[in-house]
């Protein structure tokens, strides 16, 4: 759990995986996790629709194949729980690993061009679920686009497996 001063009242605080939720990984995925985290925590717009102000605190996990979103207060005291099919994520997450391992492999053996070409490839598909998930949102929370690529960062480690 990592936790920031609240100044902002539409911003998150606290970001939390469930422990359940999170398969094996590897060490380059639980290094996204804590950078995700860390950058989230850091900077962020995150405002449920239709609520006064936070800050909020941000609980993920995984339930039949949907992300639950538990948002509450500080204190504890719920603000909304927001499931999300991850069907539709199905794809890019998949897509977004595996070039994730190419990656990986290639910055510790590849020319810095062909580094380059696989991390644009990387970004493209991030920004693309980043998209997606504003879109799925919509309604429910407002994010920006920074927010929104810090999210699903944490949605692609739960969706890892080892």
């Not at 897509?95 to 696989?118: G, K, N």
């Not at 920004?127 to 920006?144: H, M, N, P, T």
Request: net charge neutral.
């Amino acid at each position: 759990m990592t936790k920031a001063k609240p100044a902002d009242p539409f911003r998150l605080v606290t970001v939390t995986l469930d422990e359940s939720s999170i398969g094996r990984s590897s060490r380059d995925i639980d290094h996204e996790r804590e950078v995700a985290i860390y950058d989230l925590i850091e900077e962020n717009s995150f405002k449920p629709v239709d609520h006064p102000g936070g800050p909020y605190a941000l609980q993920l996990r995984l339930e039949d194949n949907r992300l639950v979103m538990d948002i509450r207060l500080p204190d504890g005291e719920p603000v909304m729980a927001h499931l999300l099919s991850l069907n539709p994520f199905k794809r890019i997450v998949k897509d977004y690993f595996l070039i994730c391992d190419s990656y990986y492999q290639a910055i510790r053996t590849a020319s810095p061009s062909r580094i380059e070409a696989i991390d644009m490839g990387r970004r493209g598909l991030h920004d693309e679920g980043s998209k997606l998930l504003q879109e799925r949102i919509k309604g429910k929370v407002e994010v920006d686009f920074g927010t929104a690529r810090r999210l699903f960062t944490l949605i692609c480690v739960l969706h890892w497996k080892g």
